[in-house]
Structure formats: structure tokens, C-alpha cells
């Protein structure tokens, strides 16, 4: 019975550990200059599969601090964040599941 239960307590520990929790995307800028803002592309369809994301459930991307940056998702499924990488440096942002930030527009477009 113990040996059981050790065993159905090892299993759980191997599947829940094996389940990714996030994605890590890394900017690398091999210029002298420090880039403020340049966009970044993630393809969402490749993150919710590491995520095992199969229905509407949100995401939030996060920079190095921790802190969210806002992103959009356009119609081809592209996840679209800026990012900021200092000169010949490199910048790590997580993606993962959560409720994303409410974000002011910068900018309006329309569809003719």
C-alpha cells in the first residue's frame, strides 16, 4: 500500500513538473547603440503549445524586473511587445499565463 502511494505521489511529481509554466524570449542587440522600444515577434501559436494553451485563456509578458509590457496579438497570431536591450547586450522576457495589464491606446488604425 505505502509503495503505492509513493508511486502515485512520484508520477504526479514527474507530470507537473514536466508541464512548462513559461516561455523565456531573448533579444539579443549586437549593435553599439541601445534599442528603446523596438518590436519584437513571438508567433502565439508556438507559445501556446510550450504553455499548453488550447482555448482563450490570456497571457502576460513580463521583462526582466518582472514587471508586464504590453503586448498585442494581431490577426495572423503574432504576438507583437517592445522591447528594451541595452548595446551588445541581451534582454529576457517571460510569457506565460495571467491577466494582462489595462493599456492606454498609442496609436488608432482603420480597415478600408
Known amino acids: 500500500m505505502k509503495s503505492k502511494i509513493l508511486y502515485l505521489l512520484w508520477a504526479f511529481v514527474v507530470a507537473t513538473s514536466c508541464t512548462v509554466k513559461s516561455v523565456k524570449v531573448s533579444v539579443i ?29 490570456t497571457i502576460v509578458v513580463l521583462d526582466e524586473a518582472g514587471k508586464q509590457v504590453p503586448y498585442q496579438i494581431t490577426n495572423d497570431g ?14 529576457v522576457y517571460t510569457i506565460q499565463e495571467g ?12 480597415v478600408y
Do not use: H, M, Q, W
Open 29 to 57: 542587440n549586437k549593435s553599439s547603440l541601445d534599442r528603446n522600444g523596438e518590436l519584437v515577434e513571438v508567433y502565439k501559436e508556438k507559445v501556446n503549445t510550450k504553455l499548453r494553451i488550447y482555448d482563450d485563456k
Open 78 to 91: 503574432t504576438i507583437l511587445f517592445p522591447a528594451t536591450v541595452k548595446a551588445k547586450s541581451e534582454a
Open 99 to 110: 491577466e494582462p495589464i489595462k493599456v492606454e491606446p498609442a496609436c488608432y488604425g482603420a
